[in-house]
């Protein structure tokens, strides 16, 4: 199941993306050079191919949640941890889809 993902998620990124696995379901991807709509974006991509994969047991993985920070002036630990909160907000709110801090609900 995660190498099917994992092959989801390379083939929804660009060459200069880094994707990776971060824990035990969670993976991590950098979108250098993209702001946070580009990023937005790529993320639903990802999403929706993960939804759309056919597994031979039904039901394996039936939704993809993602977190989106943006690098500014915080660390690499509190921009991993911004999207970390916003993932698990992003599971509490129904799961498959992908919260940014500009489209996070209260």
Request: one cysteine or more.
């Amino acid at each position: 199941m995660l190498i099917q993902v994992a092959q989801a998620i390379k083939d929804s990124i660009r060459e200069i993306d880094h994707a990776a696995r971060y824990g035990g379901e969670e993976f991590l991807v950098l979108f250098p050079n993209t702001d946070l709509a580009g990023a937005q974006t790529a993320a639903e991509s990802i999403r929706a191919r993960v939804e759309a994969l056919v597994w031979q047991e039904p039901g394996l993985v039936t939704a993809v949640s993602g977190g989106i920070a943006e690098f500014s002036d915080q660390s690499e630990a509190e921009l991993i941890d911004t999207a970390d909160q916003l993932l698990y907000c992003a599971k509490q709110q129904g799961r498959n889809q992908v919260l940014s801090i500009e489209n996070k609900q209260p």
